[in-house]
């Protein structure tokens, strides 16, 4: 049974590129959230798709925005970017029940802003 | 603004011994409390997740929650250095999404 997988590892990307990352989410789980993670804080909550539409948003720009496909899988996409959006990017999976908020992350994305 | 605290450490330990690792949260409504280990580098993993008040053991892990102080803590019994880890807690409450804190570095020495 697959868990959640991203895509791709590592990216290194200029000041002011656009970025896409990708994620899959276990096996079973329909709802797709993203964090950011800086070096040395905690995961913040940047925002949840479910059946394909946003969800719920956390205190990010405009400039992060989102997708979510048929077969849960989403993209997280980064326009304008910033050398501060440098961190590890988490995309966690979880069941259809709202009430079981257990997430299980892939192994992250690491992106570099140069 | 929900909040979770915890002390970021770091927490050093022997081997063997008993690692305790504490949490307090804003949020009186939460509702549901988790443990997550990250190792450096890596992805947080899911260890422990608890609901009502009292302990829930797994293993060498036992989650305590008292929600009338706000507080949620971790026990690790016979510490191995495997277990050195930054260690976060985060808590969820009506809008069933996490909020997590910064973590705790425990580090245990042989």
């Known amino acids: 049974d697959a868990g959640v997988t991203q895509s791709p590892t590592h990216l290194i990307k200029t000041r002011g590129q656009q970025v896409t990352l990708r994620c899959s989410p276990k096996?079973?789980?329909?709802?797709v959230s993203w964090y950011q993670q800086a070096l040395g804080q905690g995961p913040q909550f940047i925002f949840q798709?479910?059946?394909?539409?946003?969800?719920q948003r956390g205190n990010f720009p405009d400039r992060f925005s989102g997708h979510q496909f048929p077969n849960y899988s989403s993209e997280l996409n980064v326009n304008a970017l910033l050398l501060g959006d440098s961190a590890l990017y988490l995309c966690?999976?979880?069941?259809?029940?709202?009430?079981?908020?257990?997430?299980?992350f892939g192994q992250g994305t690491r992106l570099t802003v140069v | 603004q929900k909040e979770v605290e915890q002390n970021s450490g770091p927490l050093s330990v022997p081997e063997g011994a008993i690692a305790s690792l504490n949490c307090t949260y804003s949020?009186?409504?939460?509702?549901?409390f988790f443990w997550y280990r990250q190792y450096s580098g890596k992805s947080p993993e899911l260890i422990m997740s608890i609901y009502s008040n009292g302990d829930k053991e797994d293993g060498r892990f036992t989650a305590q929650l008292n929600k009338a102080s706000q507080y949620v803590s971790l026990l690790i019994r016979d510490s191995q250095p495997s277990d050195s880890a930054t260690y976060l807690c985060?808590?969820?409450?009506?809008?069933?999404?996490?909020?997590f804190g910064r973590g705790t570095s425990l580090i245990v020495h042989p």
């Open positions: 949020d009186r409504v939460s509702q549901s």
């Open positions: 966690a999976s979880s069941p259809t029940d709202f009430m079981n908020t257990e997430a299980f």
């Open positions: 985060a808590v969820s409450g009506g809008s069933y999404i996490p909020t």
């Open positions: 096996s079973g789980h329909d709802t």
């Open positions: 798709y479910y059946e394909e539409e946003e969800r």
